[in-house]
Nanobody, 122 residues
Framework: QVQLVESGGELVQAGGSLRLSCAAS????????MAWFRQPPGKEREFVAA????????LYADSVKGRFAISRDNARNTMYLQMNGMKSEDTAVYYC???????????????WGQGTQVTVQV
Protein backbone atom coordinates (compact mmCIF):
# COMPACT_ATOMS: atom_id res chain seq x y z
CA GLN A 1 0.00 0.00 0.00
CA VAL A 2 1.04 3.55 -0.70
CA GLN A 3 -0.44 6.56 1.04
CA LEU A 4 -0.26 9.87 -0.78
CA VAL A 5 -0.93 13.29 0.70
CA GLU A 6 -0.98 16.44 -1.41
CA SER A 7 -0.35 19.92 -0.08
CA GLY A 8 0.32 23.42 -1.32
CA GLY A 9 -2.94 24.24 -3.04
CA GLU A 10 -4.25 27.76 -2.53
CA LEU A 11 -5.62 30.84 -4.22
CA VAL A 12 -3.12 32.47 -6.59
CA GLN A 13 -3.29 35.37 -9.00
CA ALA A 14 -3.13 34.79 -12.73
CA GLY A 15 0.48 34.86 -13.86
CA GLY A 16 1.68 33.76 -10.46
CA SER A 17 3.45 30.62 -9.27
CA LEU A 18 2.67 27.81 -6.89
CA ARG A 19 4.40 24.60 -5.85
CA LEU A 20 2.45 21.50 -4.92
CA SER A 21 3.90 18.66 -2.90
CA CYS A 22 2.92 15.01 -2.65
CA ALA A 23 4.26 13.09 0.34
CA ALA A 24 4.32 9.31 0.00
CA SER A 25 4.47 6.65 2.67
CA UNK A 26 3.79 2.99 3.10
CA UNK A 27 6.40 1.36 0.90
CA UNK A 28 9.46 2.14 -1.21
CA UNK A 29 8.68 5.41 -2.91
CA UNK A 30 11.34 5.09 -5.54
CA UNK A 31 9.71 1.98 -7.02
CA UNK A 32 6.77 3.92 -8.43
CA UNK A 33 6.23 6.21 -11.34
CA MET A 34 4.37 9.26 -10.08
CA ALA A 35 1.95 11.64 -11.68
CA TRP A 36 -0.22 14.68 -11.21
CA PHE A 37 -3.78 14.82 -12.46
CA ARG A 38 -6.34 17.55 -12.04
CA GLN A 39 -10.09 17.91 -12.15
CA PRO A 40 -11.41 21.34 -13.15
CA PRO A 41 -14.87 22.33 -11.91
CA GLY A 42 -17.56 20.44 -13.80
CA LYS A 43 -15.06 18.51 -15.89
CA GLU A 44 -13.43 15.11 -15.88
CA ARG A 45 -10.07 14.38 -14.34
CA GLU A 46 -7.18 15.06 -16.72
CA PHE A 47 -3.51 14.28 -16.91
CA VAL A 48 -1.03 17.01 -16.01
CA ALA A 49 2.45 15.49 -15.69
CA ALA A 50 4.26 12.29 -14.78
CA UNK A 51 7.77 11.37 -13.71
CA UNK A 52 9.66 8.10 -13.84
CA UNK A 53 10.94 6.16 -10.84
CA UNK A 54 14.41 7.63 -11.11
CA UNK A 55 13.22 11.09 -12.06
CA UNK A 56 15.06 10.89 -15.36
CA UNK A 57 11.96 10.74 -17.53
CA UNK A 58 8.84 12.87 -17.59
CA LEU A 59 5.66 13.52 -19.54
CA TYR A 60 3.56 16.66 -19.71
CA ALA A 61 0.14 17.57 -21.00
CA ASP A 62 0.35 20.06 -23.86
CA SER A 63 -1.61 22.58 -21.84
CA VAL A 64 1.12 22.86 -19.20
CA LYS A 65 4.32 22.34 -21.21
CA GLY A 66 6.78 25.13 -20.61
CA ARG A 67 4.89 26.36 -17.54
CA PHE A 68 4.84 23.42 -15.13
CA ALA A 69 7.73 21.26 -13.95
CA ILE A 70 7.46 17.92 -12.17
CA SER A 71 10.21 16.64 -9.91
CA ARG A 72 10.77 14.17 -7.11
CA ASP A 73 13.07 13.70 -4.16
CA ASN A 74 13.30 10.01 -3.44
CA ALA A 75 15.26 10.63 -0.26
CA ARG A 76 12.32 12.63 1.09
CA ASN A 77 9.60 10.43 -0.48
CA THR A 78 8.12 13.56 -2.02
CA MET A 79 7.06 14.65 -5.46
CA TYR A 80 6.56 18.25 -6.55
CA LEU A 81 4.76 20.23 -9.19
CA GLN A 82 6.12 23.70 -9.82
CA MET A 83 3.48 25.77 -11.59
CA ASN A 84 4.45 29.07 -13.22
CA GLY A 85 2.57 31.50 -15.41
CA MET A 86 -0.70 30.26 -14.03
CA LYS A 87 -3.96 30.76 -15.88
CA SER A 88 -7.60 30.64 -14.87
CA GLU A 89 -7.93 27.31 -16.66
CA ASP A 90 -5.46 25.81 -14.21
CA THR A 91 -8.13 26.07 -11.52
CA ALA A 92 -8.81 22.51 -10.36
CA VAL A 93 -8.40 19.95 -7.66
CA TYR A 94 -4.94 18.48 -8.13
CA TYR A 95 -4.29 14.83 -7.34
CA CYS A 96 -1.06 12.90 -7.12
CA UNK A 97 -0.91 9.27 -8.11
CA UNK A 98 1.53 6.36 -8.03
CA UNK A 99 1.86 3.43 -10.38
CA UNK A 100 4.21 1.04 -12.09
CA UNK A 101 4.56 2.73 -15.47
CA UNK A 102 5.21 6.21 -16.78
CA UNK A 103 1.95 6.90 -18.57
CA UNK A 104 -0.60 9.67 -19.03
CA UNK A 105 -3.58 7.38 -18.54
CA UNK A 106 -5.22 7.52 -15.12
CA UNK A 107 -5.91 3.78 -15.28
CA UNK A 108 -2.18 3.17 -15.05
CA UNK A 109 -2.02 4.45 -11.49
CA UNK A 110 -3.02 2.34 -8.53
CA UNK A 111 -2.76 4.80 -5.68
CA TRP A 112 -4.25 8.26 -5.35
CA GLY A 113 -4.19 11.12 -2.90
CA GLN A 114 -7.22 13.05 -1.70
CA GLY A 115 -6.44 16.15 -3.73
CA THR A 116 -5.60 19.78 -3.07
CA GLN A 117 -7.54 22.76 -4.40
CA VAL A 118 -5.81 25.27 -6.65
CA THR A 119 -7.71 28.39 -7.61
CA VAL A 120 -6.33 30.93 -10.06
CA GLN A 121 -7.91 34.35 -9.78
CA VAL A 122 -7.96 36.63 -12.79
Amino acid sequence: QVQLVESGGELVQAGGSLRLSCAASGRTFRSDAMAWFRQPPGKEREFVAAISMSGGGSLYADSVKGRFAISRDNARNTMYLQMNGMKSEDTAVYYCAAGSFLRSSSGTYNYWGQGTQVTVQV
